[in-house]
């Protein structure tokens, strides 16, 4: 190829809905199948993880919404999917009885179309209504309001036809909009610029204004914390993947530059400001590490104090990968030696205190999460290279954990180990890993070895198990926005 057929492709490539780069991908994938998916092992291979991603037997990953718990599944009967729901009582059983909200496939046949589900805001605190988000393919969705009692869409309800803008709900009569109306109301990035205040009963093109990116940005959302007694109206500005801004909307419509480095990420638990950090940050007197988790009393900060409190130092063994929050308690997904733990925080006599951590043999991966804002409970999500996928429930208020959902083994593994093991690379910094062998192998050195690696955009490879079942439910950098069924599942 020469050079300027090179960059003739390119240019063609910079418009992916195009024509030309629709139809080079078209190419590309017709290539790849036909030269890796026409042998009887590649058949045999996903007629087996089929099989197994379809098994009843797996856990049916769910959101809470007060004694209710909501589930999306796919399987050979649904294969667009059912979004139901069960109590709570029902769900811990061993068959629990599941009332189907929405069935994606008879959606689907009833309006000629090819939706796929793509996540539920649901209206706290009653949860009775419900916005959910459908996909046709890429990023696009199409928003209706959804009636979670009578179980049908809302007639001249809200609803917005099929594109990048995103909503919230601020109360029942209005929404958090970054619409996506083409043309200056986009970046140069394809997605929202704006955030607007959108009332029942009006157009969205006429809702009014909160906030206005630049064309430059990459995109622009809000949300409302609904948390009794510290409600607030965020509006979160993305500059690109690395940098941001972060804004209060007050309630007398002023927006509040929440002062913290670009580079930084924020989040809320009741009155507590969280921030973590991604470079190190002098401010004051002070120099606060890349990777700390710090906390200040977010009134006071907004009014220019800076008295932070680390709640979480990395260091060469000891990471964060997110944090999630109960009523009263912060619990904290941390990676040791790859290995997961959770610490347990809660305010004491003034002060952050780890009141426990929890941990699991066999170099198992954990995270948790908590259930609701009105109580401790928590679900503890774990799994390893030889251990499938384990759902527990804790409460903190009596310090008990207890297995509810364990998925099924894809494969056995009664004649296999993990071990782990640490080396040094050539500047001296400690590399553990991991080897999964038969029990009765001679360790040598001289056997061959599959090697796996990773290293890139601060990912670590944690134990997974080796099974065709992945992707779940954890908690992440910052909780999910109370009340959101997550789109990203």
């Keep these: 190829m020469t050079q300027s057929h090179f960059h003739d492709l390119l240019s063609k490539l910079e418009q992916p809905l195009g024509d030309a780069a629709l139809s080079w991908v078209a190419a590309q994938n017709h290539k790849t199948i036909a030269q890796f998916t026409q042998s009887r092992r590649f058949q045999q291979m996903q007629q087996l993880i ?4 379809n098994d009843q ?15 999306f599944w796919q399987d050979d009967h649904h294969p667009r999917g059912i979004w139901r729901r069960t109590h709570e009582t029902s769900y811990l059983s061993a068959e629990p009885e599941w009332e189907t909200v929405l069935d994606i496939d008879r959606l689907n046949k009833d309006e000629g179309a090819n939706w ?8 706290y605190p009653d949860f009775t209504r419900a916005l959910v988000f459908l996909s046709g393919g890429g990023d696009a969705c199409e928003i209706r309001e959804f009636d979670l009692l009578s179980k049908t869409f809302i007639r001249d309800g809200f609803f917005l036809p099929e594109s990048k803008s995103s909503v919230a709900w601020l109360d029942v009569n209005a929404l958090l909009l970054a619409l996506d109306a083409g043309g ?37 959302s809000s949300w409302h914390d609904h948390t009794p007694g510290f409600e607030k109206t965020l509006v979160h500005c993305s500059q690109d993947f690395y940098r941001s801004r972060t804004y209060q909307l007050t309630l007398q419509g002023r927006l509040e530059f929440i002062d913290i480095p670009e580079d930084a990420s924020c989040d809320f638990f009741n009155e507590w400001l969280l921030i973590t950090l991604t470079s190190t940050w002098k401010i004051a007197d002070k120099t606060y590490p890349a990777g700390a ?15 932070l409190t680390v709640l979480f130092t990395p260091d060469s063994q000891t990471t964060l990968q997110g944090y999630s929050s109960t009523r009263d308690y912060l619990l904290l997904n941390l990676i040791r030696d790859v290995v997961g733990i959770v610490d347990v925080l809660k305010i004491e006599k003034g002060q952050w205190t780890c009141v426990q951590t929890l941990a699991l043999p066999d170099f198992t991966t954990i995270s948790a999460s908590g259930i609701d804002m009105e109580s401790n409970r928590y679900q503890l999500v774990s799994y390893g290279f030889l251990q499938p996928y384990c759902l527990s429930y804790g409460d903190l208020d009596n310090k008990t954990l207890r297995v509810a959902k364990q998925a099924p083994e894809c494969f056995d593994k009664t004649d296999f180990q993990v071990t782990q093991h640490f080396t040094k690379s050539l500047d001296g910094t400690r590399i553990p890993y991991f080897q999964i062998a038969t029990k009765e192998l001679a360790p040598t050195g001289q056997h061959p070895t ?27 950098r910052g909780s999910l926005r109370r009340g959101q069924y997550s789109r990203w599942w």
């Design 50 to 53: 089929l099989t197994s991603l």
């Design 116 to 123: 796929s589900f793509s996540g539920a805001d649901l209206l």
């Design 57 to 71: 037997a797996n856990i049916p990953w769910g959101t809470h919404y007060h004694n209710t718990i909501y589930n």
């Design 293 to 307: 988790l710090l906390v200040t009393d977010f009134i006071e900060f907004q009014q220019g104090q800076r008295d």
């Design 184 to 220: 200056n109301t986009l970046t140069t990035s394809g997605y929202p610029r704006c955030v607007r205040r959108w009332t029942r009963g009006t157009s969205a093109r006429d809702a009014a204004l909160i906030y206005a990116g630049e064309t430059t940005d990459m995109m622009v």
């Design 450 to 476: 599959l090697l796996n690696g990773y290293g890139g955009f601060e990912v670590s490879l944690t134990p997974e198990y080796m099974g065709s079942k992945r992707g779940h439910m954890v908690a992440k």
